[in-house]
């Protein structure tokens, strides 16, 4: 059994993902915030545990992530909001996290960002968006310097609709990304936990035609 360490654990990829590992068996611990939230986190199957992230030391996450064998990042300011807390979580408490990481010896991570993600995003500054997409380049930016087996995951605009499981991988024009339901976004994460051969990639996928499974076997 494999156990599972995931932060923002209350957002809907995060629940859903949870859903997803407990039924296969895994052993999935899931970090929120809020108390209040433990009980959302603990139907699913996951065990609910509290750490904020935006507060917390590298040594603190560290302790947390002990004893875990993958850890997937599904936390986030929310975008659009306070700059600064972006920058504070999105950035800062996600590279902390990376560090954590490697200091308890977690090797796999997993790292939710979206499609297009990067330093030539494009977002202009005077965009409320402006401060996700800067703190997210960073962020994935510094994962990729990390001796962590990690993977980025870029899906196209979230949306609540069903995940049925088919995809499109590095979709050619990302402005045509359309949507990507977050159920599709927990499947593929999922599947990504299970496919040590993805190590060192940058996945960028949108909802699409293909069953996830032959696409992303097709990616190595």
């Known amino acids: 059994m494999t156990r599972i360490a995931i932060i923002g654990g209350h957002g809907k990829v995060a629940l859903e993902l949870s859903r997803i590992l407990a039924a296969e068996g895994q052993d999935v611990t899931s970090f929120v915030r809020n108390p209040d939230h433990q009980s959302d986190v603990a139907a699913t199957g996951a065990t609910p545990a509290l ?5 917390s030391t590298t040594a603190e996450i560290a302790e947390a992530l002990r004893n875990h064998d993958a850890v997937v990042w599904s936390a986030g300011a929310g975008g659009g909001g306070s700059p600064e807390r972006t920058y504070a ?4 408490a996600a590279v902390r ?12 991570y997993i790292m939710v960002s979206y499609l297009g993600a990067g330093p030539d995003h494009g977002v202009p500054k005077d965009d409320s968006f402006f401060a996700y997409a800067e703190a997210k380049a960073a962020a994935d930016s510094y994962l990729r310097g ?4 990690w993977t980025i995951l870029g899906p ?4 609540d609709g069903p995940g049925n499981g088919l995809i499109d991988v590095d979709p050619a024009d990302a402005a045509e990304a359309q949507g990507t339901a977050r159920d599709n976004v927990a499947l593929v994460a999922a599947a990504v936990l299970g496919l040590p051969s993805l190590a060192g990639r940058t996945i960028e996928f949108r909802d699409g035609t293909l069953p996830l499974a032959g696409a992303l076997a097709a990616l190595g």
Do not use: I
């Open 51 to 55: 750490l904020d992230v935006e507060h």
């Open 89 to 92: 979580v999105d950035r800062d």
């Open 97 to 108: 996290s990376m560090d954590a990481a490697a200091e308890a010896g977690v090797g796999r």
């Open 146 to 149: 990390t001796a962590l087996n």
């Open 156 to 159: 196209g605009t979230l949306t």
